[in-house]
């Protein structure tokens, strides 16, 4: 029930721009905010919540005996390209992140540290590529939004561009310790 995603990701590029002269639209818009800006943090916290669920998903779908392969291949799918898609949001954010992949038991280690930029694209990687091989999600339409694998194929490919044309442009600090070649990105984006 917000609109930050769309002016945290939008807002300041070609696609998206905003013609008011005051508020926290404007300062996104002309790279003015601060770090206090709550939308910030909003962001971070409910797309790390996502991820949390996810998590919790993947781990409840390998204990549950009642479900065929097939049935917990679609569940676990479903969960590791959500989890995939605002971790791919996050990293291209906030660049580091910290990458949570098991629920969480306890309390909440808040000093848990960032990765770097290719272990966050490289765990994306890995939960794009399970969701999209065959006979993990369905290949037809789903109608029900759920995710199938085309959604996962069509994730993966924008992935490998980002990855390709961050590291190509050299602006952005951490996405030259990518590993893949920028050609190797590009095909791998091809061929998706």
């Known amino acids: 029930y917000t609109n930050t995603p769309l002016f945290m990701t939008e807002l300041g590029t070609d ?28 962001y971070w916290v409910r797309h790390f919540q996502i991820a949390t669920r996810a998590n ?39 660049g ?6 098991a629920p969480i038991t306890g309390d909440f280690d808040y000093g848990v540290g960032r990765f770097p930029i290719k272990d966050v694209y490289d765990f994306i990687l890995e939960d794009l590529n399970f969701a999209s091989q065959d006979g993990v999600l369905p290949t037809t339409k789903t109608g029900n939004g759920h995710a199938n694998q085309w959604a996962a194929k069509s994730l993966l490919g924008k992935v490998y561009l980002t ?9 952005v600090p951490g996405y030259s310790t990518i590993t893949q070649s920028i050609s190797d990105l590009y095909s791998s984006a091809w061929t998706v």
Do not use: C, H
């Open 15 to 42: 696609e998206g721009m905003f013609k008011g002269t005051s508020g926290v639209r404007f300062n996104f818009d002309r790279y003015t905010f601060s770090v206090s800006e709550g939308s910030i943090y909003e």
């Open 56 to 94: 919790e998903i993947v781990a409840a779908a390998n204990r549950v005996t009642a479900i065929t392969d097939a049935e917990r291949n679609v569940i676990i799918g479903e969960a590791r390209f959500l989890r995939a898609f605002v971790y791919f949001r996050l990293v291209q954010a906030f």
């Open 96 to 101: 580091e992140l910290p990458i949570i992949k």
């Open 163 to 171: 990855m390709a044309s961050a590291k190509e442009a050299n602006k």
